[in-house]
């Protein structure tokens, strides 16, 4: 165990080019995917926790069941939807970085959806009776709403982000771990440990952990400098 | 505040899809566990790709899966290793132009203490009888792998139904993984070669038995049937397996060495 250790330790201090690239896609497909599902999973969130409508109760539910949503049933499935012989085969987005962007979608709505919808929904009660008395819309309501849980909504958005950088089983069915175009940080390690290279895999692992650490950092701070700034 | 988040995301769409963006020609080739976890492809595939300027998407899975991903049509060109499957699948009008590649064998590994005693036998079919008897377990990859269906048919050729046997261990795995868990158990499997010698994390094993002309373990190409699969890109496919069963391809099969020994065997007839 220490001896594996150290010498993925050593193995960090040369990190090659090879692994700038995986970490680099990783990366990037990680920020699509937060990206698009930021643009979705908020105003859906906000929405369920600010409009009434039958089946609300079942939707609440039905999102915070799909935070636990197994990567690998949504590999799968959008596996069948891409494949040539599925229903968007002709667009050929299989084994592609696209296709891996849209499975982690697929995921990390769900997440930040109900993350949203619990904190915008917090707030709303504060201002439930002030809002209607100034006849906002629905559409003003999750605007100001959003707008003033912004810096909660932060942590929403880390989760997905989080689960995009860690997710192993969806990107390896739809990305197919290709080497230098759909190999990313935790299919390499799946790899690695497959291949018995445990200290590589042990390496890379701490690549992973490092960068969902400086994010988080980097978020924690922006936080802080822009309640101070904006209070 | 407004206009800067529209130009992030601005900036986010046109560098991702920059990113994205693939200029070079490529095909997809579903390829086993074996080929890509034993170096070979990292090996060959940088030759093809400066000679032909077509990148090669390797996606590794076993045998039944990478033929599966064939059928379906999400693969231009499938190398993998188990005759009877090939011919099957070329049968069934999946496949065309099948062409033998390389080969190398199977080995059986387990512990160096060899408590069911393997090491004496040189008979393929005896050293499962005797693994069957012993009370070391043996790991299956029981994925419908190449090797997985090499490993059945011996059972067979043995008499020995193993899912009776409580000692049978189906890993559903990759080759690594497997050899994985017979280093953690203490137990047999049955492995190629070309895995066995690129796998590091070995512990306490070793091979036990090999040599048997039955354990010959044959590679195959073929175009996936693009009769079947229009969008194939069937001249760029054709040009990988023209390469590699040509000489030039052969010899940089050949060429491919761990420790100095030779992992894959050429065998293409040109």
């Known amino acids: 165990m220490l001896n594996t250790l150290l010498e993925a330790f050593s193995l960090l201090s040369r990190l090659d080019s090879q692994v700038v690239a995986i970490v680099w896609l990783s990366f990037k497909v990680a920020l699509a995917t937060v990206t698009l599902a930021t643009l979705i999973g908020l105003p859906f969130g906000a929405l369920v926790a600010v409009a009434s409508f039958p089946g609300r109760g079942a939707v609440t539910v039905f999102l915070n069941a799909m935070m636990g949503l197994p990567s690998v049933v949504v590999g799968v499935i959008v596996y069948l939807i891409l494949s040539r012989s599925g229903p968007f085969g002709d667009m050929g987005l299989l084994y592609s970085p696209t296709a891996m962007v849209m499975a982690q979608t697929v995921l990390v709505v769900p997440l930040i959806a109900a993350l949203t919808r619990q904190i915008v929904e917090d707030a709303w009660r504060t201002y439930a009776t002030e809002f209607r008395s100034m006849h906002f819309s629905l559409r003003h309501s999750v605007a100001a709403l959003l707008y003033d849980c912004r810096y909660s909504l932060v942590v929403a958005v880390l989760a997905g982000a989080g689960r995009s950088l860690s997710e192993v089983g969806a990107v390896m069915i739809v990305g197919g771990n290709i080497e230098g175009y759909t190999r990313v940080m935790t299919t390499a390690i799946a790899l690695e440990t497959a291949k018995g290279d445990l200290p590589l895999s042990l390496a890379l692992g701490m690549v992973l952990l490092t960068l969902v650490l400086l994010l988080n950092t980097g978020a924690y701070h922006l936080r802080l400098w822009a309640m101070r700034k904006y209070g | ?270």
């Not at chain 2, 005693?117 to 043996?138: L, Q």
Request: net charge neutral; aromatic share 10%.
């Open chain 2, 1 to 270: 505040m407004a206009n800067f988040f529209r130009q992030l995301i601005i900036f986010f769409c046109a560098m991702l899809l920059g990113g994205f963006a693939q200029a070079e020609e490529s095909i997809v080739v579903s390829s086993t566990t074996s080929t890509e976890q034993s170096g070979l492809f990292g090996y060959i595939l940088p030759r093809f790709e400066a000679k032909t300027g077509i990148k090669v998407k390797v996606v590794a899975l076993g045998t039944g899966q990478a033929l599966d991903t064939g059928r379906r049509g999400d693969a231009d060109v499938v190398f993998v290793h188990d005759r009877p499957a090939e011919d099957k699948f070329v049968a069934e009008g999946w496949g065309v132009d099948r062409r033998d590649v390389m080969y190398n064998d199977f080995v059986i590994v387990g512990p160096k203490a060899d408590a069911s005693k393997v090491k004496g036998t040189n008979d393929v079919v005896e050293g499962f009888r005797r693994m069957a008897a012993g009370s070391a377990p043996f790991v299956s990859r029981g994925d419908k792998s190449g090797t997985n269906s090499a490993e059945l048919r011996f059972w067979k050729d043995a008499n020995i139904d193993p899912k009776a046997w409580a000692d049978y261990k189906e890993a559903g795995a990759g080759m690594g993984p497997t050899l994985n868990m017979a280093a953690a158990m203490g137990g047999y499997t049955l492995s190629d070669r070309g895995t066995w010698l690129s796998f590091k994390n070995r512990q306490d094993l070793e091979i036990v038995l090999a040599g048997d002309k039955r354990l010959f373990n044959p590679y195959g190409v073929m175009l996936v049937n693009p009769a079947k699969h229009p969008h194939v890109k069937k001249e760029a496919g054709m040009k990988f397996i023209d390469w590699i069963t040509s000489r030039d391809g052969q010899e940089t099969i050949a060429a491919y060495k761990i420790n100095g020994e030779q992992l894959f065997f050429p065998s293409a007839k040109n």
